[in-house]
């Protein structure tokens, strides 16, 4: 049974392994909301997972311990299960799909656990997660599914009641629905007055349609940067207390959650993952009501792959309005490239490509096309450029 006393009791059992994180004030996200974010991402292995794994291994009998415990993750549980391993003095055993990101795998190992990379994806390696189990005798230990595991997520509700004693709202992002089952219950139990809004990516809404349909309902295909909340179903267990406990579920798209990855990083000073910014999202793009409001979004993670963040700060560029690409038609003569950068000069626009082709057949034999990338200060910005272009006759493409 999930009972606030067992959260309660996780508290203690996580006093020396798990950070009380920060709570800080992000006035960045919200105009006339009072919006502040527990920083999660800063915790130990970079999430709150380890709060649940470390719970669950450490209500294990001595025998089950001796024998060991298995995990499948590519991502944050992984970790949070090979630290709880390592603390705990057990073996652990990590199946990964053989395509993980390398730094990810690394990042597993380093905490000790063994590694059994599986030819395939998450289901082939979670199938070799069972059969192994099955055949060794390991314990498996679910990401989310799993009352322990829920308990010790709980524990960042404990947290949050303390840290902030007026709070009216909490956003948490939502995946296979462990995070927020444990910190809405908590919640719930501590003041039943405090609003709990969950938050998935548009790309993997499982647990949204789950909830609109009354029943569990797997996903045929889920899609997003979020990886860590990229789940195709709840469980049985958090879906149950999700039903109960939760107020209101809303989804983000990649470009949203692009968009306050770039946003925490440059006004707030924090590295956030896809599914640790989904709540900042949310909260970014009125999808949450916020005035006048106290509100708290759970950074859930923190571990982005270096090599994709490039790929999401230009998303997120673009989201905010702040990278422009635009094609103008030409008059192929001398002075025209100089003319379009005085004016983009002249309003605080920066060229940072260009790039000249001819016209297609069919135009003028003297056109050619003028394609331009800048960077602006926001999509009025952008406008205000735009219109100087075609108020001085330049002709746009697009």
């Known amino acids: 049974m999930l009972t606030l006393d067992r959260v309660y009791h996780a508290s203690y059992v996580l006093r020396n392994t798990a950070r009380r994180t920060d709570v800080i004030f992000a006035p960045s996200l919200s105009k006339d909301g009072e919006v502040y974010l527990k920083t999660e991402n800063l915790q130990v292995t970079g999430s709150f997972k380890v709060r ?39 073996k652990a055993v990590i199946c990964l799909p053989e395509g993980a990101p390398i730094s990810k795998v690394e990042a597993t190992r380093q905490y000790g656990a063994e590694i059994c990379l599986v030819p395939g994806v998450y289901d082939d390696a979670y199938a070799e997660a069972i059969r192994l189990r099955d055949e060794k005798g390991y314990t498996f230990i679910h990401p989310f599914n799993d009352e322990a595991v829920i308990a010790g997520q709980g524990t960042i509700g404990l947290e949050l009641v303390d840290q902030l ?26 003041n039943p ?42 469980g049985d267990v958090t879906f149950d207390l999700v039903s109960k406990y939760v107020d209101e579920i809303v989804t983000v798209t990649d470009d949203e959650i692009a968009a306050a990855i770039l946003r925490l990083m440059e006004k707030q000073k924090l590295v956030t993952e ?20 106290k509100t708290v979004c759970i950074l859930s993670g923190g571990n982005i792959d270096v090599n994709i963040l490039s790929r999401v700060i230009s998303r997120g560029l673009i989201m905010s309005g702040r990278s422009q690409r635009m094609t103008l038609e030409l008059v192929d003569k001398p002075g025209q490239l100089q ?60």
């Open 274 to 293: 896809g599914a640790g910014a989904a709540a900042a999202a949310a909260v970014m793009f009125g999808k949450i009501p916020t005035a006048g409001k």
């Open 165 to 190: 004693p007026d709070l009216y709202a909490v956003v948490i992002p939502i995946g296979g629905g462990g995070l927020i089952s444990g910190v809405a219950f908590t919640l719930k139990q501590l």
């Open 52 to 90: 649940g794994a470390y719970y669950m291994i450490s209500q294990l009998s001595e025998e089950d311990k001796a024998k060991g415990v298995i995990a499948c993750s590519a991502g944050n549980h992984a970790q949070g299960v090979a630290l709880a391993a390592q603390k705990s003095g057990i």
């Open 339 to 398: 003319s379009v950068a005085t004016i983009i000069a002249r309003l605080g626009g920066n060229v940072t490509g260009v790039t000249y082709e001819n016209s297609e057949e069919g135009s003028d034999v003297n056109g050619c096309y003028l394609h331009i990338n800048m960077e602006t200060r926001n999509f009025e910005h952008a406008d205000e450029i735009r219109k100087a272009l075609a108020d001085a006759g330049f002709k746009f493409i697009s």
């Open 193 to 234: 007055n405090i609003k709990v809004y969950g938050v998935q990516a548009a790309g993997a809404p499982g647990m949204l349609h789950s909830i609109q349909e009354h029943k569990i309902e797997a996903l045929d295909h889920v899609s997003t940067i979020a990886d860590g909340i990229q789940v195709k179903a709840p």
